[in-house]
T-cell receptor
Framework: DTGVSQNPRHKITKRGQNVTFRCDPI?????LYWYRQTLGQGPEFLTY????????KSRLLSDRFSAERPKGSFSTLEIQRTEQGDSAMYLC???????????FGPGTRLTVT | DQQVKQNSPSLSVQEGRISILNCDYT??????FLWYKKYPAEGPTFLIS?????DKNEDGRFTVFLNKSAKHLSLHIVPSQPGDSAVYFC???????????FGAGTILRVKS
């Protein structure tokens, strides 16, 4: 069991650029979640998938954000026209069917300059 | 609205003593609660959980207590070890597989 992996671990981009992050969940997990964490706060929910279906999106997820999980395996989170306020740690988690426990990856640290 | 609150930003404890981390919630629909531990530059690591039908759950040095009437839970670590120094997050969920709502975290420092 290799755990949840995320790539890249760090991303520095200029304001206005597009960025894409990837998450590979634990293989048996059918649910995949994206959260965002800023300094001094806990993770905040962005969106989640059951298999390839996106079941819920937070109001935090503006039109510039899009997430996909095309074959129910890995997921990508894209941010278009990045803003300085997008600077945060983006966390991915996955869970077994019928389980509350979510297992997190190491996160992608985004810095928008 | 902060549905899950951790009112103590930090806690300092001597090695070998008990650490007690507290968490309050406002939404009575939450039926499952979890504690996560986070080291710098890493993602949160699941520690222990409790269902709303229980009032206590133990796993080794870690015990979580739930008081539903007070909408309060606590994590006890006995004995505390320097390796326990980390940020601890309380989280709550409403149904299987749904999103978790997190508190802001408490920084625990265990002094040797």
């Amino acid at each position: 069991d290799t755990g949840v992996s995320q790539n890249p671990r760090h991303k520095i981009t200029k304001r206005g650029q597009n960025v894409t992050f990837r998450c590979d969940p634990i293989s048996e997990h059918n649910r995949l979640y994206w959260y965002r964490q800023t300094l001094g706060q806990g993770p905040e929910f962005l969106t989640y998938f059951q298999n390839e279906a996106q079941l819920e999106k937070s109001r935090l997820l503006s039109d510039r954000f899009s997430a996909e999980r095309p074959k129910g395996s890995f997921s990508t989170l894209e941010i278009q026209r990045t803003e300085q306020g997008d600077s945060a740690m983006y966390l991915c988690a996955s869970s077994y069917p019928g389980s509350y426990e979510q297992y997190f990856g190491p996160g992608t640290r985004l810095t928008v300059t | 609205d902060q549905q899950v609150k951790q009112n103590s930003p930090s806690l300092s404890v001597q090695e070998g003593r008990i650490s007690i981390l507290n968490c309050d919630y406002t939404n009575s629909m939450f039926d499952y609660f979890l504690w996560y531990k986070k080291y710098p530059a890493e993602g949160p690591t699941f520690l222990i959980s409790i269902s709303s039908i229980k009032d206590k759950n133990e796993d080794g040095r870690f015990t979580v207590f739930l008081n539903k009437s007070a909408k309060h839970l606590s994590l006890h670590i006995v004995p505390s070890q320097p390796g326990d120094s980390a940020v601890y997050f309380c989280a709550a969920g409403m149904e299987y597989g749904n999103k978790l709502v997190f508190g802001a975290g408490t920084i625990l420092r265990v002094k040797s």
